[in-house]
């Protein structure tokens, strides 16, 4: 079981009636707001090891190639991202701290959109305080990321003291943690925020909300997410999902407005970001248009400040850029 392989599991799924839809619903103009991208991986296959796709899978045929900032300038051309903050990829744990000193170089460069980073660390490890504590006040990076709905991670995992600790310490720093997760797990993920009420969480991907729920699923995804956006400490991202899709391109706007409706409401106007989880995302779209415009096309009817706030204002406000 690999870093991706609930995405893996979801394309090779027979798809519901609705999302077996081949026509894709028309996309309108919408206001032409600057975008923030809270959710930008690169990576260099040659430097970085990254454990979690085997490029013979279908999958990984679409993502085991170099994805740098040349390649995320041509595939964001036009859509109007004026800055990025990089999301870690998951190298394996002896290369975080290169990961973390080239990102924060490529910041440093300043001839990118990428201006600020949430890099990769295991609060539960040991050294993870010192490592954690070179990022207190640190202009580029503003928080940590560990993926947990990986093999061998469960709430036991997350929810064991020393975890819990790390988790604190970042707040204590100034620091955020990205939560992705299993959309089950949910309600366990719930418990560890509310252990560290004065850490900030991010909630990545809508909380991993699927396209190929079942209604059940989609039931229980929708209450957990309506409990958990009573937490004022979690901010929720709306990134990701769509490379849940039954396969590239077979979906609509009505298949992915439940999920981001949801999580818009369940949040509110001023705890939500927008994400482009590229090139993740290019598992469930042909290109990175494809998905910001589809979600500009979801909220076009609401206020326009509330668009802003979710495309840009907030980013800005979360990440002090």
Not at 39 to 58: E, I, V
Not at 96 to 114: G, H, K, M, S, Y
Request: glycine letters at 8%.
């Amino acid at each position: 079981m690999n870093r991706r392989d609930f995405l893996a599991a979801s394309a090779a799924a027979t798809a519901s009636p609705v999302l077996a839809q081949p026509e894709r619903q028309p996309v309108t103009p919408a206001p032409a707001f600057p975008i923030v991208d809270t959710h930008q991986h690169l990576w260099d296959l040659q430097r970085f090891k990254l454990a979690w796709f085997n490029p013979a899978t279908p999958e990984g045929k679409i993502l085991g190639h170099n994805f740098l900032s040349p390649q995320y300038a041509e595939a964001t051309r036009g859509v109007g991202v004026v800055k990025a903050v990089y999301m870690e990829v998951d190298v394996v744990p002896e290369q975080q701290q290169q990961e973390a000193d080239f990102i924060v170089a490529l910041c440093e460069a300043r001839n990118t959109p990428t201006c600020a980073a949430v890099v990769s660390g295991r609060p539960n490890a040991d050294g993870f305080a010192a490592y954690a504590r070179q990022f207190r006040g640190h202009r580029y990076v503003k928080g940590i990321r560990q993926v947990l709905h990986v093999a061998g991670v469960n709430a036991a995992y997350f929810l064991d003291e020393k975890f819990v600790a790390g988790i604190k310490l970042l707040g204590e720093l100034g620091l955020s943690f990205d939560l992705c997760v299993r959309p089950e797990e949910l309600p366990d993920h719930i418990k560890l925020v509310d252990q560290c009420p004065n850490t900030r969480f991010i909630l990545d991907h809508c909380g991993n909300g699927k396209l190929t729920h079942t209604m059940a699923e989609r039931d229980r995804w929708r209450r957990d997410m309506a409990e958990m956006g009573k937490r004022k400490n979690v901010v929720g991202k709306v990134s990701g999902f769509i490379a849940s899709a039954p396969a590239r391109g077979k979906w609509t706007l009505d298949d992915l407005a439940p999920i981001v409706n949801h999580t818009l409401e369940v949040f509110g106007p001023d705890r939500v970001m927008f994400g482009g989880d590229w090139p993740v995302c290019l598992l469930g779209v042909e290109k990175y248009s494809d998905w910001a415009g589809a979600l500009k096309a979801i909220v076009a009817d609401r206020l326009a400040d509330q668009q802003r706030k979710l495309f840009h204002d907030n980013a800005v406000r979360v990440y002090g850029i």
